[in-house]
């Protein structure tokens, strides 16, 4: 492993950052998903002759304006929409949100701005995949929304609800202290730290065929303390002949991947299953070279068969290695135990 690649990334993206200079705050008070804004579209150009400030605008404002802006919400609730899908949130619902500069997104503005009026999580939705694709950016606090990062030193923290967090290409991504009940991807993208989140599934891709080889290199999920813990709650589908699939944590092509200390197939509480049709905690696939399975807690990985063709039928394997490659270490991993150490959440293998 080069460890001289895995440093902390805050530092780097600190660095980054210095690089390209902190700019202005771009306040987005409006949910309307509408430009009227002239002149060069910077951010001495808002609002436009409507008064009011979009995610659209903002966008296009933080991209033409030199240094790094920060997109703060203070959306009053009088503007507030879909709320019988999205009590107590700021709905946005815009055609194509993108930055393709590198941006601050903090949505836990609104809530400094209106209080805290979602107990389960933030109070921004993005209707529609939020995407940071300039690098060295910062996207935080959004609820319900699904994220995509392209390129290096971003960071994904804080952000919760029915959601999914999408990593692609670059390295060095910080990927924290998130609490969503979707999937984590890492998707041929290097160096990347993922800890302290909650989600239902983590999936580690590399290409590891053909001319453009990419395959995903020193990616780190969990780490020794608490803090770096993550609760990957389960992930599984039932076939339509009751067959139960679905794996937890995929690995597909990858290299010195380190897995350290994780909760995999139980709820935070660490009493219950997490999910009753994932059959695989720890997937191998494709080829896998280096990997580290450590200190982890996998359990509660049995899925369950149903009509009509597998009902009362069990699976499960708490990992599971098929492919190819090498160099694989797996210790001091606790198997279908609860948090109490019962031997109640086993799985058939």
């Known amino acids: 492993m080069n460890a001289t690649k ?7 993206w600190l660095a980054a950052i210095a690089g ?13 998903d509408f ?14 002759p409507d008064g009011k400030v979009t995610l659209a605008e903002a966008a296009l404002a933080s991209d033409n304006t030199p240094g790094v802006q920060t997109i703060a919400f203070n959306i009053p609730q009088s503007d507030w929409q879909y709320q019988s899908l999205y009590p107590g949130r700021a709905v946005i619902r815009p055609s194509n949100p993108r930055f393709f500069q590198p941006v601050i997104l903090d949505a836990t503005t609104q809530t ?5 009026t979602n107990p389960d999580g933030g109070e921004v939705v993005i209707w529609a995949t939020l995407r940071a694709i300039g ?10 929304t699904p994220i995509s990062v392209i390129g290096s030193n971003n960071i994904v923290e804080q952000n919760t609800g029915i959601a999914s967090i999408d990593v692609f290409d670059g390295e060095n991504n910080i990927i924290r202290n998130n609490t969503i009940t979707s999937t984590i991807k890492i998707d041929r993208s290097n160096y990347n730290i993922i800890i302290g989140n909650t989600a239902q599934r983590v999936r580690i891709w590399g290409f590891a065929g053909g001319s453009g080889s990419l395959v995903a290199v020193g990616n780190r999920l969990g780490g020794p303390t608490l803090a770096e813990r993550n609760y990957i709650t389960g992930y599984g589908t039932v076939g339509e002949e009751g067959f139960p699939q679905g794996t937890t944590v995929q690995l597909f092509d990858t290299e010195d991947t380190i897995i350290e200390n994780n909760w995999i197939g139980i709820k935070p ?11 695989v905690g720890i997937g191998f696939e494709g080829v896998n070279n280096g990997t580290i399975v450590r ?5 509660g990985i049995l899925g369950h068969g149903q009509p009509p063709h597998a009902q ?3 699976f499960g394997d708490a990992i599971q290695i098929s492919g190819t490659g090498g160099n694989i270490s797996i210790t001091g991993n606790t198997i279908g135990l609860n948090a109490n150490d019962e031997p109640v959440l086993g799985s058939v293998t």
């Open 312 to 314: 009362g039928l069990l």
């Open 35 to 48: 430009i009227d804004f002239g002149g060069a579209q910077r951010v001495a150009d808002l609002p436009g």
């Open 6 to 12: 895995i440093i902390t990334a805050s530092t780097l």
């Open 135 to 144: 690098g060295n950016s910062v996207v935080k606090g959004f609820d319900s």
């Open 20 to 32: 390209n200079a902190l700019g202005q705050t771009i306040t987005v008070d409006s949910s309307d």
């Open 112 to 116: 400094a701005f209106t209080g805290d």
């Open 295 to 299: 200190n982890n807690r996998i359990a």
């Open 269 to 279: 509480n660490g009493m219950e299953q997490g999910n009753l049709f994932s059959i």
